[in-house]
């Protein structure tokens, strides 16, 4: 794709599209605030970029029919969500519609050679399907601080080798197009915005609990990174001051006390410990423990499961309910690969929450798991880059 948005009326036109799906003349005209002669001049315009196509006749409104528009159907976008442990890839349309997606296990602490390697990898398996012969941009997701302008990771905790990884640069060479970069827990706030349970909620808060623990913050339907970028970073937020040293280099931690990493370590202690003979019997097994295994546990009543369960929880939401206090959002969406533990989890994060903050914060504050799964970061991540091709050049 080469054409962009000529001004803000086309870019505002075009995200309406993405968004609501194909609309008539009429239509696109209640929604923006144009006369009906600029409206024609400016479909027209877009017309002929080959941004949008007609789509069929709408529906009569009285008079003469005009025709549906819709995004042009061939536009392909590329959605990247890098986990610590996997890796999502998916090819979108730019109604951002997911195509294909392919999911594979990859640690990131291989680095990023490595990683993009295998991501590009996956890239062309979607397009050898014949879901795309190129990509129009590509949105990717890493799991650290990320300097947005630049599309750079800054100092990852988790992530060695990545600091200063000219991310965007690169990708952008090897698939031709266009890449934007931000943090994976931005784009799954995105992703539940635009398909998931945050449709119809412009300020709310989107916590990811998966190896490390980060939070989408929405702001007026826009995500909010901060000066540089590291806006959410709540995984580092200190929640025992004598606690366990965490790998960003301090100690107490929230993300050293529950994540995935943590809840994988603790459940390998309760059972060599002979505190789990479920875990025990797990960990003989297979050699190790993730949290799909604790939610096994747990689901079979193993007490110390629940324990460990419930106690994360509990230090999520403290965490949680200062934000609540201080932002007052709308919704708290929590997603992340540690939500496979089940509702106790959520029970203990609501308990924690609703005792802890104002009421006025509280009384009509939903707090729900994610819908969209690992589908969240690959749409937001498709998000992303419209959000880019869609603005003005």
């Not at 005009?66 to 442990?85: E, Q, Y």
């Not at 623990?213 to 025992?240: L, M, N």
């Not at 994360?312 to 007052?328: D, E, P, T, W």
Request: charged share 20%; proline share 6%; net charge negative.
């Amino acid at each position: 794709m080469t054409a962009r948005p000529a001004n803000a009326h086309q870019a505002r036109l075009l995200r309406l599209l993405r968004d609501q799906g194909p609309n008539s003349r009429a239509q696109l005209g209640d929604l923006i605030d144009l006369s009906r002669s600029k409206l024609a001049v400016e479909v027209d315009r877009l017309l002929d970029t080959g941004l949008v196509v007609a789509d069929g006749l709408a529906a009569s409104r009285g008079g003469r029919r005009s025709h549906n528009i819709r995004l042009a159907p061939g536009l392909r976008l590329l959605g990247v969500d890098i986990g610590a442990t996997s890796i999502d890839v998916a090819v979108t349309n730019a109604e951002l519609e997911v195509l294909g997606h392919l999911n594979h296990p990859m640690d990131v602490r291989e680095g990023p050679v490595a990683v993009f390697e295998q991501a590009l990898s996956m890239a062309a398996k979607l397009k050898a399907t014949g879901l795309a012969e190129g990509f129009d941009g590509a949105g990717i997701g890493v799991p650290g601080p990320v300097r947005f302008p630049e599309g750079v990771p800054v100092a990852p905790p988790i992530m060695p080798g990545w600091d200063g990884f000219p991310v965007r640069e690169a990708l952008s060479q090897d698939l031709g197009c266009p890449v934007m970069v931000d943090n994976d827990v931005n784009l799954m706030a995105m992703g539940e915005q635009h398909a998931g349970v945050a449709r119809s909620v412009a300020d709310y808060l989107c916590v990811k609990i998966g190896t490390g623990i980060g939070c989408g913050i929405v702001v007026g339907g826009e995500v909010y990174r901060g000066t540089t970028g590291s806006a959410g970073d709540i995984g580092h937020i200190q929640v025992d001051p004598g606690g366990r040293p965490c790998a960003c280099g301090n100690r107490g931690c929230l993300e050293a006390h529950f994540s995935g990493a943590a809840l994988a370590r603790d459940a390998e202690d309760a059972a060599r410990s002979g505190r789990s003979p479920e875990l025990a019997e797990r960990l003989a097994a297979t050699g190790t423990l993730t949290a799909v295994d604790v939610a096994a546990a747990a689901a079979a009543g193993d007490t110390t499961s629940l324990r460990l369960i419930r106690e994360g929880g509990n230090r999520v939401g403290q965490v949680i309910a200062g934000l609540v206090s201080f932002f007052n959002p709308g919704l708290v969406v929590i997603g992340g690969g540690v939500t496979g533990v089940g509702h106790t989890l959520l029970a203990s994060i609501r308990t924690q929450v609703y005792r802890q903050s104002l009421p006025l914060a509280t009384g009509n504050l939903p707090i729900v798991l994610g819908e969209l799964g690992p589908l969240a970061g690959v749409t937001g991540a498709a998000r992303l880059i419209t959000d880019h091709l869609f603005s003005p050049a």
